[in-house]
C-alpha cells in the first residue's frame, strides 16, 4: 500500500484528488496539510511513501524546503505539483531530489501513475515541462571554467561548486562554517559576476556540458 500525503493550498483541488485516490485499492492518503509550517516535520516522518507537494504552499521556499530533505538524507519521496510557467524549476527539483514533477493538466490517471512510479524510486517528469526547461538549457547564458575561476572569488567558487551539487544555503552555510546570511550574499554577488539570475541558469550550464571538475 503507497501511503499519500496531500500538502495542497488549494481546498477545493484536494478534496478532488481524494475523490479520485477513493478508487484507488493500493494508495491511501494518511495525510493531508494547505500550510507550509505541517510539512516541515514530514521530512522525518517515515510513515509517508509519497509527498504530493504545491511549491506555493504560503511562507513556503520550496528550493530551501528540497535541500533541507536532500541534506538530511530524508527517505520522503517528493512528486511537485507543476504549471507551464514552472519549467525553470524543473531541473533544480531534480538536481535536488525530487522523483517527480506533474503538470497540473495532466489527467486523473496521470496522476495516479505518477504517484505510484515515484514511490517505486522511479523518476516521472512531465513531457511539457520537461520540454521548456531543456529549451531554457539551450537558451542559457553560457560561461565556462576559467570564467568561474577568473571572475570569482576562491569562496565564490566553492559556493558555486555546492549549488550544483543540490546545496541550499543552509546547506550551503553548514558546508563552510559561515552564516546563511552570507551565503545569500555570496549567490548574489555570483549571479552578478557570471551574467545569469538563478540557480536554474548555474545548473543549466552544468548540463550544457562543461563539466565542473571536483574540488582537490
Same mark, same amino acid.
Given at each position: 500500500m503507497i501511503?499519500?500525503a496531500? !500538502? ?17 485499492s493500493?494508495?491511501v492518503?494518511i495525510?493531508?496539510v494547505?500550510?507550509y ?9 517515515n510513515d ?13 521556499n ?7 530533505v536532500?541534506?538530511?538524507k530524508?527517505p ?7 504549471n507551464?510557467r514552472d519549467?525553470?524549476m524543473?531541473v533544480? !527539483?531534480?538536481c535536488?531530489g525530487?522523483?517527480g514533477c ?6 486523473a490517471?496521470q ?21 521548456k526547461a531543456l529549451?531554457?538549457i539551450l537558451?542559457t547564458?553560457k ?5 568561474l575561476k577568473?571572475k ?7 559556493i558555486?561548486r555546492?549549488?550544483l551539487?543540490?546545496h ?5 552555510a553548514?558546508?563552510?562554517f ?7 550574499t555570496?549567490?548574489?554577488?555570483i ?5 545569469i ?6 545548473t !543549466?550550464?552544468y548540463f550544457?556540458?562543461? !563539466? ?5
Amino acid at each position: 500500500m503507497i501511503k499519500l500525503a496531500l !500538502a495542497i493550498s488549494h481546498n477545493l483541488y484536494r478534496q478532488s484528488l481524494k475523490e479520485l485516490i477513493k478508487h484507488e485499492s493500493d494508495i491511501v492518503i494518511i495525510k493531508e496539510v494547505s500550510r507550509y509550517s505541517d510539512i516541515l516535520s514530514m521530512i522525518d516522518d517515515n510513515d509517508i511513501d509519497v509527498l504530493f507537494l504545491d511549491p506555493y504552499l504560503s511562507g513556503l521556499n520550496i528550493m530551501e524546503y528540497l535541500g533541507s530533505v536532500r541534506d538530511k538524507k530524508s527517505p520522503l519521496k517528493i512528486l511537485l505539483m507543476l504549471n507551464s510557467r514552472d519549467s525553470d524549476m524543473v531541473v533544480n !527539483a531534480l538536481c535536488l531530489g525530487v522523483k517527480g514533477c506533474l503538470d497540473l493538466d495532466s489527467s486523473a490517471d496521470q496522476f495516479v501513475q505518477a504517484v505510484r512510479s515515484v514511490s517505486n524510486e522511479e523518476i516521472w517528469a512531465d513531457v511539457n515541462l520537461v520540454s521548456k526547461a531543456l529549451n531554457k538549457i539551450l537558451n542559457t547564458k553560457k560561461f565556462s571554467l576559467n570564467d568561474l575561476k577568473s571572475k570569482l572569488t576562491n569562496k565564490e567558487e566553492k559556493i558555486a561548486r555546492l549549488i550544483l551539487q543540490g546545496h541550499s544555503n543552509k546547506g550551503i552555510a553548514k558546508e563552510l562554517f559561515i552564516s546563511e546570511k552570507t551565503v545569500k550574499t555570496h549567490v548574489g554577488h555570483i549571479f552578478k559576476k557570471l551574467g545569469i539570475k538563478s540557480r536554474f541558469q548555474l545548473t !543549466a550550464n552544468y548540463f550544457s556540458g562543461e !563539466a565542473f571538475p571536483s574540488e582537490s
